[in-house]
């Protein structure tokens, strides 16, 4: 009998359509499991790989850092890690992971800003606390900046003194000339009176080289007078920019000491006149000298013969014929000039110019305290970071907040003079702010940079305290002739108050070195040197250590330092920091180098898998796309890892 099938074949079918929606949503599920299987196993692997940091980065500066070899390496390990998710991943069905390297991103790149980052990273924790806020440290350096620009302005205009000083020596050797010619000129009329004409020739000969040497002392002092306008004339122009920098009152301040060094210019056309006046005199002066010398040689010559004649007649007036020569002697025109030299003790002027010169040469072993040494380290700088690594930074400029965070970090774990670590390289903190070759180096260079700020503020407070400021003018009364010169005399008092300013700050860096402290701004009950010593050191250049006074409210050597960084460009100071960690590790470690210390990673990882629900048949499917529907299917995946 024939029965009909319809309802099964219709149930037949239905069951199947179902099943197979049902087993394309579970397969769909699957394969997004999958892709998160893959990126979990992707995550984890570059989480495997950075947790191989560098372990004494860590444990001694606190900075994760994967120490990268090359991207084949990298990506065998990422391989290698991703193995186990491989062997275990059950329906997931991943196998043939491949890695590429997309990115990397290292500490030394951009600048140092990851460097920078790993920093601050750090300091979140608020294990180092900053010394100041972004607002005081700009306003403090702020006002040291201008400080400097009027140290460097006055200093030299200060130091005009110097030239104007030889122009008053030249004036001094003139008129030295002059009375010299003035005496030579009576010791050979005495001589002519007495008779003795070749005393007097010798005399009357000495006088000529006076005159002949005086025309070369005119034109020298010539020479230090155009010498000295055209030095104003530079000055002006070379800090005409700086001085538009200046706050009001202080801008007043230097406009005043600026506008003497031109009155004493002004000054020099009245003594040219005179001068001239004394060149113009010089041939007359030696015509009548050799009409005088004939004039003695005839009489001599006259006298002899009639001696020779004596006994054929009276006897001649010797005394009258010499009392002649004597009278036409004295109407021989010796130059006068009313031009008074405007120094009275050359001696302590040159002193106050050997304190200055020593700004520019060695004063170490003058600063250094009695117990302490010269680091003698020495820095092998041909793998840094700073000569090979160095990139330009590409983001905005380094904040100020940044900024001291970083140099609040380098004072913390880079040790300074005096700190006086056994390590080699005791001057670390130092190096961050020179880059030089060698502990002393650094040391030198530091000690020259706090030098310049002490001594900008230090000449500041001189110039507004008056019991300090009435020294120094005292001091240059003594030095130059106040009466006749005293635009001289202002020009000489810039001299000693650099020179008093550079002493005092000669004795803050002696405190700073012997780990005490020293004050920004100076008060009074601060200040720790006299006049009196400023002139004892400008003889024995040795400092009066009796005097070192602390200050309570001052800051320390490192402080100093940490204020020298903050006025580094963040390239310097990154790269340099990165130098000291890296010779500190290399000696445990000579492989370890910043340049390869990886801070970011970026990877492609590629991987297939096959369909699970999606692959019930009767027949075996070719697993060829193009023939049909394929097995196998790729997945991809990025991972970016940072510390």
Same mark, same amino acid.
């Given at each position: 009998?024939?029965?009909?099938?319809?309802?099964?074949?219709?149930?037949?079918?239905?069951?199947?359509?179902?099943?197979?929606?049902?087993?394309?949503?579970?397969?769909?599920?699957r394969?997004?499991?999958?892709?998160?299987?893959?990126?979990?196993?992707?995550?984890?692997?570059?989480?495997?790989?950075?947790?191989?940091?560098?372990?004494?980065?860590?444990?001694?500066?606190r900075?994760l850092?994967?120490?990268?070899?090359?991207?084949?390496?990298?990506?065998?390990?990422l391989?290698?890690?991703?193995?186990?998710?491989?062997?275990?991943?059950?329906?997931?069905?991943?196998?043939?992971?491949?890695?590429?390297i997309?990115?990397?991103?290292?500490?030394?790149?951009?600048?140092?800003?990851?460097?920078?980052?790993? &920093?601050?990273d750090?300091?979140?924790?608020g294990?180092i606390?900053?010394?100041?806020?972004?607002?005081?440290?700009?306003?403090?350096?702020?006002?040291?900046?201008?400080?400097?620009?009027?140290? %460097? @302005?006055?200093?030299?205009?200060?130091?005009?003194?110097?030239?104007?000083?030889?122009?008053?020596?030249?004036?001094?050797?003139? =008129?030295?000339?002059?009375?010299?010619?003035?005496?030579?000129?009576?010791?050979?009329?005495?001589?002519?009176?007495n008779?003795?004409?070749?005393?007097?020739?010798?005399?009357?000969n000495?006088?000529?080289?006076?005159?002949h040497?005086?025309?070369?002392?005119?034109?020298?002092?010539?020479?230090k007078?155009? /010498?000295?306008?055209?030095?104003?004339?530079?000055?002006?122009?070379? =800090?005409?920019?700086?001085?538009?920098?200046?706050?009001?009152?202080?801008?007043?301040? &230097?406009?005043?000491?600026?506008a003497?060094?031109h009155?004493?210019?002004?000054?020099?056309g009245?003594r040219?006149?005179?001068?001239?006046?004394?060149?113009?005199?010089?041939d007359?002066?030696?015509q009548? @000298?050799?009409?005088v010398?004939?004039?003695?040689?005839?009489?001599?010559?006259?006298i002899?013969?009639?001696?020779?004649?004596? %006994?054929?007649?009276?006897g001649?007036?010797?005394?009258?014929?010499?009392?002649?020569?004597? *009278?036409?002697?004295?109407?021989?025109? @010796?130059?006068?000039?009313?031009i008074?030299?405007? &120094?009275?003790?050359?001696?302590?002027?040159s002193l106050?110019?050997? !304190?200055?010169?020593?700004?520019?040469?060695?004063?170490?072993?003058?600063?250094?305290?009695?117990?302490?040494?010269?680091?003698?380290g020495?820095i092998?700088?041909?793998?840094?970071?700073?000569?090979?690594?160095?990139?330009?930074?590409?983001?905005?400029?380094?904040?100020l907040?940044?900024? @001291?965070?970083?140099?609040?970090?380098?004072?913390?774990?880079?040790?300074?003079?005096?700190?006086?670590?056994?390590?080699?390289?005791?001057?670390?903190?130092?190096?961050?702010?020179?880059?030089?070759?060698?502990?002393?180096?650094?040391?030198?260079?530091?000690?020259?940079? !706090?030098?310049?700020?002490?001594?900008?503020?230090?000449?500041i407070?001189?110039?507004?305290?008056?019991?300090?400021?009435?020294?120094? =003018?005292? !001091?240059? %009364?003594?030095?130059?002739?106040?009466?006749?010169?005293? *635009?001289?005399?202002?020009? !000489?008092?810039?001299?000693?108050?650099?020179?008093?300013?550079?002493?005092?700050?000669?004795?803050?860096?002696?405190?700073?070195?012997?780990?005490?402290?020293?004050?920004?701004?100076?008060t009074?009950?601060?200040w720790?040197?006299?006049?009196?010593?400023?002139?004892?050191?400008?003889? +024995?250049?040795?400092?009066?250590?009796?005097?070192?006074?602390?200050?309570?409210?001052?800051?320390?050597?490192?402080?100093?330092?940490?204020?020298?960084?903050?006025?580094?460009?963040? *390239?310097?100071?990154?790269?340099?920091?990165?130098?000291?960690?890296?010779?500190?590790?290399?000696?445990?470690?000579?492989?370890f180098?910043?340049?390869?210390?990886?801070?970011?990673?970026?990877?492609?990882?590629?991987?297939?898998?096959? =369909?699970?629900? +999606?692959?019930l048949?009767?027949?075996?499917?070719?697993?060829?796309s193009?023939?049909?529907? /394929?097995?196998?299917?790729?997945?991809?995946? *990025?991972?970016?890892k940072?510390?």
């Amino acid at each position: 009998m024939k029965r009909s099938g319809s309802v099964t074949v219709f149930l037949a079918l239905v069951i199947t359509c179902c099943s197979a929606l049902i087993c394309a949503l579970t397969e769909s599920a699957r394969t997004a499991g999958t892709r998160f299987y893959v990126r979990t196993m992707a995550d984890s692997a570059i989480d495997s790989l950075f947790s191989q940091y560098h372990k004494p980065l860590w444990e001694c500066y606190r900075l994760l850092g994967y120490q990268y070899g090359d991207d084949g390496n990298a990506a065998q390990d990422l391989e290698n890690f991703m193995k186990p998710y491989v062997e275990n991943c059950g329906w997931y069905a991943v196998s043939s992971p491949t890695v590429q390297i997309s990115k990397r991103t290292f500490l030394t790149d951009d600048g140092g800003v990851w460097f920078e980052q790993e &920093i601050l990273d750090y300091l979140k924790y608020g294990w180092i606390n900053l010394n100041c806020t972004p607002a005081s440290a700009e306003a403090l350096w702020k006002q040291v900046h201008e400080a400097q620009i009027m140290d %460097e @302005i006055l200093k030299d205009y200060g130091l005009q003194s110097k030239q104007a000083v030889a122009m008053e020596q030249a004036i001094m050797r003139i =008129h030295q000339n002059l009375s010299a010619q003035d005496s030579m000129k009576q010791e050979a009329r005495s001589l002519v009176r007495n008779g003795q004409n070749a005393a007097f020739q010798r005399a009357s000969n000495q006088l000529s080289g006076l005159v002949h040497s005086l025309p070369a002392l005119i034109e020298r002092y010539d020479q230090k007078a155009d /010498a000295y306008s055209m030095s104003l004339s530079a000055l002006k122009q070379k =800090h005409a920019a700086q001085l538009s920098q200046l706050q009001e009152e202080n801008l007043t301040a &230097i406009e005043e000491q600026i506008a003497v060094c031109h009155e004493y210019a002004d000054r020099d056309g009245q003594r040219r006149q005179a001068l001239d006046a004394l060149d113009d005199s010089n041939d007359a002066e030696l015509q009548a @000298i050799s009409d005088v010398q004939c004039l003695a040689d005839e009489t001599e010559a006259y006298i002899e013969e009639a001696e020779d004649d004596e %006994e054929d007649g009276d006897g001649i007036d010797e005394d009258a014929l010499w009392q002649s020569v004597a *009278e036409a002697w004295d109407f021989v025109p @010796i130059p006068h000039s009313n031009i008074t030299p405007g &120094i009275r003790d050359e001696k302590t002027e040159s002193l106050l110019e050997t !304190i200055l010169k020593l700004a520019s040469k060695g004063y170490l072993h003058i600063i250094l305290p009695s117990d302490r040494q010269l680091p003698e380290g020495s820095i092998d700088t041909s793998n840094f970071p700073s000569r090979y690594a160095v990139t330009p930074r590409k983001g905005p400029a380094v904040d100020l907040l940044r900024a @001291i965070a970083v140099d609040e970090y380098a004072g913390a774990y880079l040790p300074s003079f005096t700190d006086q670590a056994q390590t080699p390289i005791s001057c670390q903190l130092e190096y961050v702010v020179a880059g030089k070759s060698s502990d002393q180096a650094n040391l030198t260079a530091a000690a020259a940079e !706090i030098l310049a700020i002490r001594e900008a503020l230090n000449l500041i407070f001189i110039m507004t305290t008056p019991s300090l400021r009435r020294q120094a =003018h005292e !001091i240059a %009364e003594l030095i130059a002739s106040a009466t006749a010169f005293p *635009e001289l005399t202002i020009l !000489i008092e810039c001299l000693i108050m650099s020179a008093w300013a550079l002493v005092e700050s000669f004795m803050d860096l002696r405190l700073l070195l012997g780990s005490q402290k020293a004050a920004i701004y100076k008060t009074r009950e601060d200040w720790m040197t006299s006049m009196e010593d400023v002139l004892a050191f400008a003889s +024995t250049l040795r400092l009066p250590a009796q005097r070192l006074k602390e200050s309570k409210k001052g800051i320390s050597y490192e402080a100093y330092l940490k204020l020298l960084l903050f006025t580094k460009s963040s *390239e310097i100071r990154n790269y340099r920091t990165m130098d000291m960690i890296q010779a500190a590790l290399v000696p445990a470690d000579p492989d370890f180098r910043f340049q390869t210390c990886l801070y970011g990673l970026q990877t492609s990882v590629s991987c297939e898998s096959r =369909h699970l629900f +999606t692959n019930l048949s009767f027949t075996r499917p070719s697993g060829d796309s193009s023939k049909g529907y /394929a097995l196998q299917f790729p997945i991809r995946t *990025e991972s970016v890892k940072a510390y």
